[in-house]
């Protein structure tokens, strides 16, 4: 295995602190006229966690912070296994603007599982926030992101390498083995 130092930073701190300055600002400024129940932020573990951590430190809007785990790679015999919600929100949705916050939106899967999941236990609204958009996603699930890349392997900020590099405060393009 290469060691991360071998590995160009695709996103420098500063960059992801803009970014995230930047979705909280326009969450912030999308909310101004809506009279609805106190928003929920639900941040998807185990990637989002620094992000949803930042996000909320920097909203400066009243909300509810809960955490869900779903379950999105596929693995052993059945790998057309639809995502599984291991941890589901605490919260109660019902009526209320839920924004999931994840590290990096994929296949797109896990979201759109995650939001049948919530329109099912009543959400009034669901936004999705992403700490990374790659530049090739031409899908419109993501509502709000923090910064754009390319089709590159990712970790850092959240994001993993086989479970490891998570605490790292750039987020770096994997050198292939």
């Given at each position: 295995m290469?060691?991360y130092?071998?590995?160009e930073?695709?996103?420098?701190?500063?960059?992801?602190?803009?970014?995230?300055?930047?979705?909280?600002?326009?969450i912030?400024?999308?909310?101004?006229?809506?009279v609805t129940?106190t928003?929920?932020?639900l941040?998807?573990?185990n990637g989002?966690?620094m992000?949803?951590?930042?996000l909320?430190?920097?909203l400066h809007i009243e909300?509810?912070?809960d955490?869900?785990?779903?379950?999105?790679?596929?693995?052993?015999?059945d790998l057309?296994?639809?995502p599984?919600?291991?941890c589901?929100?605490k919260?109660?949705?019902?009526?209320k603007?839920?924004?999931?916050?994840e590290?990096?939106?994929?296949?797109g899967e896990?979201?759109?599982h995650l939001?049948?999941?919530?329109?099912?236990k009543?959400?009034?609204?669901?936004?999705?926030?992403?700490?990374?958009k790659r530049e090739s996603?031409?899908?419109s699930?993501?509502?709000?992101f923090?910064?754009?890349?390319?089709?590159?392997?990712?970790?850092?900020?959240g994001?993993?390498d086989n479970?490891?590099?998570?605490?790292?405060?750039?987020?770096?393009?994997?050198?292939?083995?």
């Amino acid at each position: 295995m290469a060691d991360y130092r071998d590995d160009e930073i695709l996103v420098a701190e500063y960059q992801i602190d803009r970014g995230i300055d930047r979705v909280a600002r326009q969450i912030a400024s999308s909310r101004k006229n809506i009279v609805t129940d106190t928003p929920v932020i639900l941040g998807v573990l185990n990637g989002a966690f620094m992000f949803t951590s930042e996000l909320v430190r920097k909203l400066h809007i009243e909300c509810y912070v809960d955490f869900c785990r779903v379950s999105s790679y596929p693995s052993g015999p059945d790998l057309k296994k639809q995502p599984e919600i291991s941890c589901p929100p605490k919260i109660d949705v019902a009526g209320k603007d839920v924004y999931i916050v994840e590290d990096i939106v994929d296949t797109g899967e896990t979201i759109e599982h995650l939001k049948e999941f919530l329109a099912e236990k009543g959400a009034a609204r669901i936004y999705v926030v992403s700490l990374i958009k790659r530049e090739s996603d031409t899908r419109s699930l993501i509502d709000f992101f923090g910064v754009e890349i390319d089709d590159s392997w990712v970790y850092g900020f959240g994001l993993d390498d086989n479970e490891l590099r998570r605490n790292y405060r750039n987020i770096y393009k994997k050198t292939i083995d």
